[in-house]
């Protein structure tokens, strides 16, 4: 059942926030919403369906998730329909992301240099 903005003021923003991450909460989303954020436009499923190599079944329902949140937003033209993000925030959002990650892996590289620096240790 999706969200409504109603059961969202009643309910606590960290819940709400945890929503948030659980819709977002999957390789193949987090993909879509990278594609549409390096587009900066309104993108074509066919286009969303060529870059990630998804089955059109699992991408709807991948986007239905991300729609069903407030994420990302859907508009038929025609014969074909055009998603793009529904906050310009949300790329920041995944930028934030992959900033982190970088940061947290390259402390990791860094610890396991250390480690291998040390002397060898001898067998009991």
């Given at each position: 059942?999706?969200?409504?903005?109603r059961d969202s003021a009643e309910r606590p923003l960290y819940e709400i926030k945890a929503n948030l991450f659980?819709?977002?909460?999957?390789?193949?989303?987090?993909?879509?919403?990278?594609?549409?954020?390096?587009?900066?436009?309104?993108?074509?499923?066919?286009?969303?369906?060529?870059?990630?190599g998804l089955e059109p079944t699992l991408l709807s329902q991948h986007l239905a998730v991300l729609k069903r949140?407030?994420?990302?937003?859907?508009?038929?033209?025609?014969?074909a329909v055009y998603y793009e993000l529904a906050h310009p925030?949300?790329?920041?959002?995944?930028?934030?992301?992959?900033?982190?990650?970088?940061?947290?892996?390259?402390?990791?590289?860094?610890?396991?240099e250390m480690l291998g620096s040390l002397p060898p240790v001898g067998q009991p």
């Open positions: 059942m999706a969200p409504s903005f659980k819709a977002l909460a999957h390789p193949a989303r987090i993909r879509i919403l990278e594609i549409l954020s390096s587009t900066g436009r309104p993108t074509p499923v066919s286009e969303i369906l060529a870059e990630t949140h407030y994420v990302v937003s859907g508009e038929r033209v025609g014969n925030k949300i790329s920041e959002l995944l930028l934030i992301a992959r900033t982190f990650l970088t940061d947290t892996l390259g402390a990791r590289r860094d610890q396991l």
